[in-house]
């Protein structure tokens, strides 16, 4: 057997570990940056869609918690842009109770919102999702061909549809 400061030591007991997921090799390190942050439970920053619903993860980011001087309960604070901030108002109760719930006891009193522009900041883009692409502009020769297209059904809606249709079916064909 190797000695166990030998190279070949270290690989075959790497080796006899197998796979490891990607998570648990970097769960340390999240860990100390969310406890930096005073997130205690990771689970809030990593689960965030799960624990908030769709719909409210898609307009909110958890930025901070904060826990008050002998104060029982932390302040969850929570970025989302001007526009979204009474919808998500709304529904701060509701989920005050499912954090709470992520983490065991009613460790969450109160959440706070904190709005910013829709450019965002450095750290905490407001923009939470990837904005569509733009289409190109089309082409005034695919225009007319689509147009000669729509021009041969007398339904209106139908003639629309078939314009569009042309249009994807050129566009994917150039």
């Not at 009474?86 to 989920?95: G, H, S």
């Not at 006891?105 to 910013?116: D, K, P």
Request: glycine fraction near 8%.
């Amino acid at each position: 057997m190797a000695h166990p400061s030998h190279p070949a030591a270290d690989r075959s007991r790497r080796r006899s570990r197998g796979f490891q997921a990607a998570s648990s090799l970097l769960a340390a390190r999240v860990q100390k940056a969310a406890e930096g942050r005073g997130f205690a439970v990771t689970r809030l920053l990593t689960h965030w869609p799960e624990i908030a619903g769709a719909q409210l993860a898609a307009v909110t980011r958890p930025v901070r918690i904060s826990h008050a001087r002998g104060g029982l309960g932390a302040t969850l604070t929570l970025l989302t842009t001007g526009p979204m901030a009474p919808m998500v108002e709304m529904q701060l109760p509701q989920l005050r109770e499912r954090v709470n719930a992520c983490y065991g006891y009613n460790a969450v009193s109160r959440i706070t919102l904190t709005q910013t522009a829709a450019s965002g900041f450095a750290e905490g883009h407001a923009r939470f999702t990837h904005a569509p692409p733009e289409p190109p502009a089309p082409d005034p020769a695919l225009l007319e061909r689509a147009a000669g297209v729509a021009r041969q059904f007398d339904d209106p809606g139908l003639a629309q549809a078939m314009a569009r249709l042309a249009m994807n079916v050129a566009r994917r064909r150039s």
